[in-house]
């Protein structure tokens, strides 16, 4: 028999009405809430923050070399980086951006270490002393997974696995993963999957004699169904495979580059200026964008938080048409494989008559964000086009940074996404940056043609309008298209004079 009172629900729900509920705050309190912020982007980060990691609930094998075919999924990581130029400030900025990309990947940073040398070590990329020192540090942290800060040669990864007997990940491999996780898109999810391929294509391998092994049996002449014969290994096989995927992957793309092709020379047809916002990633395109156009994409602090292009029509002051749109991010050292998958979306920044290129005013290296954006835009033919530095987040930089950006960079802008501090100066240097119409135009336009005003209202350019007893005066530019459809309506100087006077 027990003491114990008995049990009422009623008693314990009555209880609970004495709480002050207001003092019960969200773990989520400041991330929007979809059903108040109905936009895409925020639909998008409430189901990105839906799956979180738990630590310590890992089931995964210790011995790596047991597992033949490994997944990259980023844990408990010890970060490496060697130094072969620069300051040891650009090595500290480099390190500390390998952090971001890990914890953005999904993995709790443990240790970072780095060493200056002339070049990486061709066999270990560190070197065979410095290897050791890592093995001890991964085994007294209890790290699983090792990040270099570079692209690592297949000999480098296996060598370095075989001393340190943990997983290790390139700073290409762990971009890929990040790009792979926060794909929407089906032309988005494509280009990351084949960046994916062709660096895996370079980097098969296995545990013992696996991949070398030749196939047996009666079928195909003992290669087996789907095989090239009796002498052919599994790595040919799985390189084989892979190129036939790599194969489907361009040309889907090349489908989808058309029907983006399409939309683009409709726009041209139409002589609509467009804009195209670049920069490093996390500096503020998204939020930019969103503030300019009322587009709602996702807005997230983080690396590559938004890849898929955004392009949303707007309107200058004085009802001009143009589009604005956003592009995937740069980071550092952006991996080749990921710069070729992607040319057809950074096309886009290469068709632009304008570009925003948005640095974060408070990072500790802007210049360096502004050098690795140009390096990236000079690879897709981008770097003729009209460039406009903007300098975001201004609320959080520090003046004396803003001052040196801008005694650098002349032709740019300081805002801040976040306060709207200074978006109406940036506006009005987007329209006057913008295209002009070619053709000065001076036509009286009949009252029954309100529709040829209202296009040179978004095609065009109006000086002056006069109402006459003929009709609307009407003075300004026009494309070549429009001038030709208003060339009947065109007027002499008597003419006008005349009506003037009228």
């Known amino acids: 028999m027990t003491n114990a009172p008995d049990f009422s629900l009623d008693d314990e729900l009555e209880a609970t009405d004495a709480w002050d509920h207001d003092d019960v705050e969200s773990g989520y309190a400041d991330e929007p809430d979809p059903e108040d912020d109905p936009t895409v982007g925020a639909m998008e980060l409430a189901e990105r923050h839906q799956l979180r990691r738990v630590a310590s609930l890992r089931t995964e094998l210790e011995d790596i070399t047991e597992v033949e075919y490994r997944q990259l999924r980023l844990e408990r990581v010890v970060l490496v980086g060697v130094w072969t130029e620069g300051s040891v400030q650009d090595a500290e900025n480099s390190m500390a951006e390998l952090a971001l990309l890990a914890e953005t990947a999904g993995s709790e940073v443990l240790e970072a270490l780095y060493q200056r040398r002339q070049k990486p070590d061709p066999a270990t990329y560190i070197g065979r002393g410095k290897v050791e020192g890592l093995a001890e540090i991964v085994a007294a942290t209890g790290a699983d997974t090792v990040i270099c800060d570079g692209e690592l040669a297949p000999s480098q990864l296996r060598n370095l696995e075989d001393k340190v007997k943990v997983k290790v990940v390139d700073r290409t491999a762990l971009i890929l993963d990040i790009f792979a996780q926060h794909a929407k898109s089906r032309e988005g999810q494509a280009q990351v999957e084949l960046a994916q391929l062709s660096y895996m294509k370079q980097r098969l391998r296995g545990w013992g004699g ?293």
């Open 210 to 502: 696996n991949l070398s092994r030749q196939a047996g049996g009666r079928v195909a002449g003992g290669a087996g169904i789907g095989g090239r014969g009796p002498g052919e290994t599994k790595i040919e096989t799985d390189r084989r495979r892979i190129n036939t995927k790599i194969a489907k992957l361009r040309a889907d793309l090349k489908q989808m580059k058309v029907t983006r092709e399409a939309k683009r020379s409709g726009r041209a047809r139409n002589e609509v200026p467009s804009v195209a916002i670049a920069g490093y990633t996390n500096a503020g395109k998204s939020s930019l964008l969103n503030l300019l156009t009322s587009a709602g994409v996702l807005v997230e602090d983080s690396l590559f938080a938004t890849l898929d292009p955004t392009t949303r029509r707007t309107t200058t002051a004085d009802g001009r048409v143009y589009t604005m749109s956003d592009t995937v991010g740069f980071v550092r050292h952006l991996p080749h494989q990921l710069v070729e998958a992607f040319r057809s979306t950074l096309e886009e920044v290469a068709a632009a008559d304008l570009i925003l290129h948005v640095v974060d005013g408070s990072h500790p290296d802007p210049e360096g964000q502004l050098s690795a954006v140009r390096e990236v835009l000079a690879e897709v033919d981008a770097a003729k086009i009209p460039e406009l530095v903007v300098i975001n987040k201004a609320d959080a930089a520090d003046p004396m940074v803003i001052s040196r950006l801008q005694a650098r960079e002349p032709h740019s802008v300081v805002v801040s996404a976040r306060t709207g501090e200074g978006i109406a100066d940036a506006l009005a240097v987007i329209e006057s940056e913008l295209p002009r119409p070619a053709v000065e135009i001076e036509v009286l336009l009949p009252y029954s043609r309100g529709d040829l005003v209202n296009r040179l209202h978004q095609e065009g350019e109006i000086d002056s309008i006069e109402h006459t007893a003929d009709g609307s005066l009407v003075r300004g530019r026009a494309n070549e298209s429009l001038a030709g459809e208003l060339a009947s309506y065109a007027v002499q100087p008597s003419a006008v004079e005349g009506s003037a006077r009228g």
